[in-house]
């Protein structure tokens, strides 16, 4: 059956950022079809409630509430999934995101801060992880990039230039790591997850932004799941080095901040 394709049964797999949405949806999904996960977060009460969904998929959970903006604790996710849970096979680098800034106001602290948290994060677990992945014949990393990686919009300088490289790191880390461990990522769109709340639970806002995204909706975080389990799973084993654009068909920015002409 081609749906077997995508069961990633007894398979051990690291979510960073997963206390809630995509990183959630993501660690939910991967335990219903088959994963024992390890699952990270700041808020530990979030990661709890997270394992009880792993767990009501049949699934082990292990949480593990640590800082993700330090490198070296996303690196100790590897470790923990070997030492808890035997193996590691999956990696889903989701934890990110850094807050719109007009350019001028983007101190040099400030940008060096979201290429950390987006992007050396990633590449200490992808480090750390890619040792134990070889022990049991390979593996499969997801990053999770942006849109904006992609497309020019105002306040994004700091946020679009740490996807944008995140991407790019993507391709390179997946030449240097090919045949054995395949890596891939995703731009995400506009989706539902409390980084939107301030546009979600405002209609007019809701529905200009909707109005212009191609799809006319706001995504879901488990459409982002569903590629992510497509990308580590057996069905995409002949996919690396390639950022999925899951974004509704954007090709410009579908919400402006109205930063004036200086």
């Known amino acids: 059956m081609i749906f077997d394709q995508l069961r990633v049964t007894d398979h051990v797999a690291v979510v ?28 530990e009460a ?23 903006s330090d490198p070296s604790a996303a690196a100790d996710l590897a470790r923990a999934a070997v030492d808890v849970l035997g193996r590691l096979d ?34 200490a677990l992808t480090v750390a ?34 996807k ?23 731009a995400v769109g506009s989706v539902a997850t409390s980084a939107l709340d301030v546009v979600v639970g405002n209609p007019e806002l809701r529905a200009k932004m909707e109005a212009a995204t191609p799809l006319h909706v706001i995504g879901d975080p488990d459409h982002i799941a569903a590629m992510v389990l497509h990308l ?10 390639k950022v999925i654009e899951v974004d509704g068909g954007l090709q410009t920015p579908n919400l402006e901040f109205g930063l004036p002409d200086l």
């Open 129 to 162: 992880a890619v040792p134990s992945m070889l022990a049991t014949g390979g593996g499969a990393i997801v990053n999770i990039s942006s849109v904006m990686g992609r497309v020019a919009g105002r306040g994004f300088a700091a946020y679009g230039t740490a």
């Open 90 to 123: 999956i990696v889903v680098n989701n934890v990110g995101g850094t807050y719109p800034r007009p350019l001028l106001d983007t101190s040099v602290e400030f940008l060096e801060a979201a290429f950390r948290f987006n992007v050396s994060t990633a590449h």
């Open 46 to 68: 979030d990661l709890h409630d997270v394992a009880a969904r792993i767990e009501q998929a049949g699934r082990k959970a292990h949480v593990v509430a640590a800082d993700l």
């Open 164 to 186: 944008a490289a995140l991407a790019h790191y993507t391709r390179l880390a997946a030449a240097d790591l090919a045949p054995r461990v395949r890596v891939n990522a995703i």
């Open 16 to 43: 960073t950022g997963a206390g809630r949405g995509i990183g959630a949806a993501t660690a939910v999904a991967l335990a219903e079809a088959g994963a024992d996960v390890v699952i990270s977060s700041r808020t």
């Open 232 to 241: 580590a799973s057996p069905a995409g084993g002949y996919i690396t080095g």
